[in-house]
């Protein structure tokens, strides 16, 4: 199935939820400005979207479950979920379960494939401006390749959740990954993975009057630059926690005990790699960039100089 340049929208505009969106194919494509939307307007609820296939690809498009109310209390955003063996968002993909309405919450974000990928300025945003954020879980059994995008759960009240789980290797490239909020930050974890790299990219679950949230990764190999950075601060209360867990490495295992006396002069080095010369000249050897040249063993004499 492939949604080109097509809009699919369920939305309420009264006291009444708006209705869910399932679409299920073998091969799900949404490219091409597309938009798939059930959201809400009033105090009504916002519905749930819900894709299903091998391989669903979200390109230059949105899927969304937004809160849009600007009067009064609106309804809360609905949930999204999305499950397939691969799973795509890439140039600028928007995956949205926000909310801009007075008291109403930003709905979750479940994604599970075997094979995740994130690029090219995406967005997966459950971000609340006036109340709590929501939630966005990430789970594969293989791989989550994460690069150039945001994965936002900012929140006016409490930040949202970032939970990445069961992959066995997570790679992380030029990325944001915030749950900040104006109270209490929200939490982002990621469990377990064989391998995490983090490049260039911030994990952050700030706040500002109200406490830090906590950031806890666990990982057998955990890769992070120079340039990355992972802060749980607050400006006003208590500083988040921080933990990460790696297995310890027992390094005098692979140490080897080198001998505790000077080699004696009369080593030689190997008759080929030796130029024996007599008078008072000079010598050089090149060696070309490793193993032996074929021509290591001639000689180059000196020649004078005007």
């Given amino acids: 199935m492939s949604l080109d340049k097509v809009i699919i929208c369920s939305d309420s505009t009264s006291l009444g939820n708006s209705g869910d969106i399932e679409l299920s194919a073998n091969d799900l494509k949404i490219e091409n400005n597309s938009v798939v939307t059930?959201?809400?307007k009033s105090k009504g609820d916002g519905g749930s979207v819900s894709l299903f296939g091998n391989d669903v690809n979200i390109t230059s498009s949105k899927v969304s479950t937004d809160s849009l109310s600007t009067m009064g209390k609106g309804g809360?955003?609905?949930?999204?979920?999305?499950?397939?063996?691969?799973?795509?968002?890439?140039?600028?993909g928007v995956i949205s379960s926000q909310s801009i309405s007075e008291l109403g919450k930003a709905g979750d974000i479940a994604l599970t494939s075997s094979d995740l990928k994130i690029n090219s300025k995406s967005l997966i945003s459950?971000?609340?401006?006036?109340?709590?954020?929501?939630?966005?879980?990430?789970?594969?059994?293989d791989?989550?390749?994460?690069?150039?995008?945001v994965l936002n759960a900012?929140?006016?009240?409490?930040?949202?959740?970032?939970?990445?789980?069961?992959?066995?290797?997570?790679?992380?490239?030029?990325?944001?990954?915030?749950?900040?909020?104006?109270?209490?930050g929200g939490n982002i974890s990621v469990s377990s993975p064989n391998t995490m790299v983090l490049q260039e990219s911030n994990i952050s679950a700030n706040a500002i009057f109200g406490n830090g949230g906590d950031i806890k990764i666990i990982a057998n190999g955990y890769l992070p630059s120079?340039?990355?950075?992972?802060t749980a601060s607050s400006e006003y209360g208590v500083q988040g926690n921080i933990e990460i867990n790696t297995p310890e490495s027992?390094?005098?295992?692979?140490l080897v005990t080198l001998p505790d006396k000077i080699e004696d002069d009369a080593a030689k080095l190997v008759d080929r790699c030796t130029l024996n010369l007599s008078g008072e000249i000079s010598s050089f050897f090149i060696k070309g960039q490793g193993g032996l040249p074929i021509w290591s063993r001639e000689n180059l004499l000196p020649n004078s100089t005007r």
Avoid at 226 to 230: A, H, M, P, Q, Y
């Fill in 126 to 141: 459950v971000k609340s401006e006036k109340y709590d954020g929501g939630s966005i879980q990430i789970a594969s059994v």
């Fill in 154 to 184: 900012q929140a006016a009240v409490n930040g949202g959740n970032i939970n990445i789980t069961e992959a066995d290797s997570v790679y992380i490239k030029h990325c944001d990954l915030n749950a900040e909020s104006k109270q209490n």
């Fill in 250 to 254: 027992n390094l005098t295992s692979s």
């Fill in 143 to 149: 791989k989550i390749n994460i690069s150039n995008s």
């Fill in 226 to 230: 120079l340039g990355s950075v992972v």
């Fill in 76 to 92: 809360d955003a609905g949930t999204i979920s999305i499950k397939a063996d691969q799973i795509y968002v890439s140039q600028k």
């Fill in 38 to 40: 059930s959201l809400t």
